[in-house]
């Protein structure tokens, strides 16, 4: 079992910055690949980035790619997003979320495939 909560939401005007943290509970933190998600609303809760289990891997939905940036330290069991030249349409609620994969070369991107989920935090962007 792995309880997740996120922190670092807020508001921001368009091209600021914010950092968001997703602290784990449970020993086999570093077994899962960890990912992003977020949702607008009335929108499709979609993908934003993942990391592989020892950080050697990262995939971004082509909305985000060269803006955030995820990143992960085991050792504290937490997952970050880092969120750069933001807009408005970043204005959503984001999820972090666990998969358990078996192998540290795999980063999912689908919401199946992930085990754990966050209660969100929300990210409004505006001026």
């Known amino acids: 079992q792995v309880q997740l909560v996120e922190s670092g939401g807020g508001s921001v005007q368009p091209g600021g910055s914010l950092r968001l943290s997703c602290a784990a509970s449970?020993?086999?933190?570093?077994?899962?690949?960890m990912g992003w998600f977020r949702q607008a609303p009335g929108k499709e809760r979609e993908f934003v980035a993942v990391?592989?289990?020892?950080?050697?891997?990262?995939v971004y939905a082509e909305s985000v790619k060269g803006r955030f940036s995820i990143t992960r330290d085991n050792a504290k069991n937490t997952v970050y997003l880092q969120m750069n030249s933001l807009k408005p349409a970043d204005t959503a609620v984001y999820y972090c979320a666990a998969a358990a994969t078996i192998s540290d070369t795999l980063t999912p991107r689908e919401k199946l495939e992930y085990h754990y989920w966050g209660q969100g935090t929300q990210v409004t962007v505006s001026t």
């Open positions: 990391i592989s289990w020892s950080g050697g891997r990262t």
């Open positions: 449970g020993s086999t933190f570093r077994w899962f690949a």
